[in-house]
Nanobody, 134 residues
Framework: QVQLVESGGGSVQAGGSLRLSCAAS????????MGWFRQAPGKEREGVAT???????RYKYSVKGRFTISKDNAKNTLYLQMNSLKPEDTSMYFC????????????????????????????WGQGTQVTVSS
């Protein structure tokens, strides 16, 4: 069982920055995907960024160049650096993880972690709120 705990959310003005952290009790396996997802009230959950065990990343188009996902294996921590924040980035942000391979997510190719709805992920944190004011 993997436990995930997010932190770092808050309120900022448009153009500001925040760094989200996700402390993990461990990794789902030797091969895995981890990601950041967000959900605003009345909207469906959407993927923001993902990273696999080899450090290959994927980003939602609207955050490319502004957000950076990274991980520190020594600290079992996932990060999301968010710069140039916009009001439309306001949402609850969740960290997620899943094993990949025969008993987990089957990837179409290395690093292609699912980034759409997050339905493939089976470990989730409780979320951290990000609010961006104009």
């Amino acid at each position: 069982q993997v436990q995930l705990v997010e932190s770092g959310g808050g309120s900022v003005q448009a153009g500001g920055s925040l760094r989200l952290s996700c402390a993990a009790s461990g990794y789902p396996g030797s091969s895995y995907c981890m990601g950041w997802f967000r959900q605003a009230p009345g909207k469906e959950r959407e993927g923001v960024a993902t990273i696999d065990n080899n450090g290959i990343t994927r980003y939602k188009y609207s955050v490319k160049g502004r957000f950076t996902i990274s991980k520190d294996n020594a600290k079992n921590t996932l990060y999301l650096q968010m710069n140039s924040l916009k009001p439309e980035d306001t949402s609850m942000y969740f960290c997620a993880a899943a094993r990949t391979g025969m008993i987990g997510i089957l990837l179409s190719s290395p690093g292609q972690c699912p980034i759409e709805s997050g339905n493939e992920y089976n470990y989730w944190g409780q979320g951290t709120q990000v609010t961006v004011s104009s």
